[in-house]
């Protein structure tokens, strides 16, 4: 009995430290690089070379430094470049209007790892009317999909208000998990979370094996032999074979979302805060 609570406990220790580790190892984008773009950005169009552009003031100098080096780095692990931009315009009232200026901004700065207007992704965040849209171009268009994208603005635009930088930063560290598909499932756990889950769920597993070993033997040599000895009876079973249909129901999309996509070579999407 003791060994099987030995054993028990183990499991509970090993499985929160797995679904911990691994709920960080999401998080803080361990796993980026595994497949790593091996090419050199070719773009000798574009000469800017800053990517976080703060019109709106929402970030402290401190933030957009670290906000520039993290994209320096996922960029080279993507093979994209990716442009961060805030604004305060009061004209950019539509999905429409904030689409159209992600994708002429991005074409007129010639952005693109491999070409002007190539490879990357663009995020504008208009603090005056709320309205955020995510435009990919190339080879981010190819990998991200309508559902990536909406992952990605609607739980960045959950954060925005409480915190603009963490919520750069998740989207940042979301792009490349998308691009690398990652995060094929769209979780969005804390590890605190996994680790609770994990103990709970360990320790009713626990409690029920303990309650099992627990019990008391109540089946005796006479508990099936009557008085005048063994009495087999012939039974026979009938299976029915039983068919089962299913049926698809379709689900509404989050109002909270676009749903008017890119144009002219673009790919995208957009939410609002």
């Known amino acids: 009995m003791e060994k099987t609570y030995r054993k028990i406990i183990g499991g509970i220790v090993v499985i929160g430290i797995i679904l911990g580790v691994t709920g960080l190892f999401l998080k803080y984008g361990v796993f980026q690089g595994i497949q790593s773009n091996k090419t050199e950005r ?23 430094k670290k ?36 994708q002429n901004y991005y074409e007129i700065h010639c952005f693109g790892w491999n070409q002007a207007n190539g490879d990357g992704i663009i995020y504008v965040d208009d603090w005056a009317t709320g309205y955020t849209w995510l435009c990919t171009t190339g080879k981010a268009a190819d990998k991200l999909d309508r559902k990536d994208i909406d992952y990605i603005v609607k739980r960045t635009n959950r954060r925005v208000n409480r915190n603009p930088y963490r919520a750069y930063r998740f989207m940042v560290n979301s792009v490349v998990s998308q691009m690398q598909s990652e995060n094929i499932f769209h979780l969005d756990i804390s590890p605190f979370w996994l680790l609770l889950i994990s103990a709970i769920v360990a320790f009713i597993f626990a409690g029920t094996q303990i309650a099992g070993h627990g019990g008391r033997d109540t ?22 074979r039983s068919f089962v249909t299913r049926r698809k129901i379709e689900k509404k999309e989050d109002s909270n979302l676009s749903d008017i996509g890119g144009s002219d070579g673009h790919g995208g999407g957009g939410g609002r805060h």
């Open 42 to 64: 070719s773009n000798q169009e574009c000469i800017i070379e800053k990517r976080v552009f703060d019109e709106a003031g929402k970030l402290t100098g401190r933030e957009e």
């Open 67 to 102: 906000l520039e080096a993290l994209i320096a780095k996922k960029e080279k692990i993507m093979g994209a470049d990716l442009v961060l931009l805030t604004i305060k315009d009061d004209s950019l009232d539509s999905y429409e209007k904030i689409r159209e200026y992600a």
């Open 219 to 240: 089946v005796t040599k006479s508990t099936y032999t009557g008085k005048n000895g063994v009495k087999m009876n012939e039974t026979h079973d009938l299976y029915l």
